[in-house]
């Protein structure tokens, strides 16, 4: 064979390659997303507006990147090769630990201590004791927990040369902020160090059901409804395959033993998707009280205890809480879960609540020549009207109050790329004359014209 020859054999096997993976897409279908991983959606040629999409070549490449055949075996393979010849994970969302152990790369700020301002922990704390103040005006108990990272707990498995700052961790440091507003707080920190054995899956970001359990206990307590799951007998299967395990190796077959509980008596209206339904509504004759409980993926495992611990329960897997899901369930106990990593979300999101009236006195305020400006926003499936704004000044964490006359208004306050914004729901009669905004300082009630856009 001459070399003519076995440079076009090359050439077309080359292009036989460089071809495979679109063909495919034709011939056998589209890769399938794994675990938690989004892909790009198919492009089109015009935008949401009906204009002509720019970036649909670029969307084509992508949408192409994403789904193009055997996709997942390939990424399963890099993954496998990258693991076992120079021990580092081929997926920047995964971490390699040791023994086996798989970690969340999105925790790594928590871990080595890099998390949120004090400003901003003092405003999360703020945000929340709202939150539980129109909570408790229903007269339903509050309570807030975090769900910690599985690196929290078991640092010996990260690897060593990642340093540890736990102590200055958001979920530490915001402690004092916590105490200070008074929050009903489950410490799940304690409680599973306490335990002292592993509760948490190896190739997952979650505590398995066992862990769970124990979560739920301590949570019933905080309730005073003295539950306990953790000491009952549960089944043992090798069929859990963890979400990070999944994340990097798509097409891997490993799997981990769990341990699960069945013995529940509850029901649940509808599918509850094995948990992961964004609504989920609960019920159990031979229990007492209502539970309305906003969770995360931590409450997948999660939920069953508690709804097996009430007469009703809705969880619901927002990270935006509408609290007028309490008077529509007429709850008398109200549960918010969210995980160590997302404990900034309670200065990204806006609950629906009425903003909390206040006694505001302007007597010795400071006023600035400053003007803020508002928008004013008709909510009408809450008969509310949403007031926001940016705080274009400095801020310290401070009371916000939005000023009509003789009425004011407490604010929630969220921060987005370093600026900070007011939010408040308020009754239609009551957003109307609002003349000023007020903030407090360390040294003073600063106040600031308010104009409505």
């Excluded at 496998?80 to 925790?107: H, I, M, P, R």
């Amino acid at each position: 064979m001459n070399k003519k020859t076995i440079a076009g054999v090359f050439a077309a096997l080359f292009l036989l390659l460089s071809l495979l993976p679109a063909a495919g897409m034709l011939l056998s279908g589209q890769s399938v997303s794994a675990a938690n991983e989004t892909l790009s959606q198919p492009p089109k040629l015009l935008n949401p507006a009906g204009k002509v999409n720019l970036s649909v070549l670029k969307d084509t490449t992508d949408y192409i990147a994403d789904h193009f055949f055997l996709r997942n075996e390939l990424v399963n393979a890099w993954a496998a090769l990258n693991a076992a010849v120079f021990k580092t994970s081929s997926e920047e969302q995964v971490l390699l630990g040791s023994d086996g152990w798989l970690f969340y790369a999105s925790t790594l700020d928590d871990y080595m201590g890099r998390g949120m301002s004090d400003t901003e922990l003092k405003r999360a704390a703020s945000n929340l004791a709202l939150i539980q103040e129109s909570v408790e005006s229903r007269g339903a108990k509050f309570i807030f927990t975090i769900a910690p990272n599985k690196n929290s707990l078991y640092p010996a498995q990260m690897p060593a040369f990642v340093p540890s700052a736990h102590e200055t961790a958001n979920a530490e440091r915001i402690l004092p902020y916590f105490a200070s507003a008074g929050i009903h707080y489950r410490d799940l920190f304690s409680v599973f160090r306490e335990r002292g054995e592993v509760l948490y899956y190896k190739t997952d970001s979650h505590w398995t059901d066992l862990g769970a359990a124990l979560a739920a206990d301590s949570i019933m307590d905080a309730f005073e409804k003295h539950v306990a799951y953790y000491g009952k007998e549960f089944s043992l299967s090798s069929e859990h395959r963890g979400d990070l395990y999944e994340m990097l190796f798509p097409t891997g077959k490993g799997t981990e033993t769990a341990q699960s509980y069945a013995d529940f008596s509850y029901s649940a209206e509808g599918n509850p998707n094995g948990g992961n339904a964004m609504r989920i509504e609960t019920a159990n004759e031979g229990a007492e009280g209502t539970l309305l409980c906003w969770r995360d993926s931590f409450g997948i495992s999660l939920y069953p205890y508690l709804a097996d611990s009430f007469g009703r329960a809705l969880f619901l897997r927002s990270s935006s809480y509408d609290l007028t899901e309490i008077e529509a369930l007429q709850a008398d106990h109200v549960l918010i879960e969210l995980v160590e990593r997302n404990l900034d979300w309670l200065i990204r999101n806006v609950p629906v609540m009425a903003a909390p009236q206040r006694k505001v006195e302007l007597t010795n305020a400071v006023f600035s020549d400053q003007i803020v400006h508002a928008d004013a926003k008709t909510d009408s499936k809450h008969d509310l009207v949403y007031v926001s704004g940016e705080l274009v000044f400095p801020y310290d964490g401070g009371a916000v109050y939005l000023c009509a006359g003789e009425a004011s208004y407490e604010a929630f306050v969220t921060e987005s790329n370093g600026k900070w914004f007011f939010h408040a729901h308020l009754a239609p009669e009551q957003s109307e004359g609002l003349d000023y905004l007020c903030v407090e300082t360390d040294s003073a009630l600063m106040c600031y014209s308010l104009q409505m856009k």
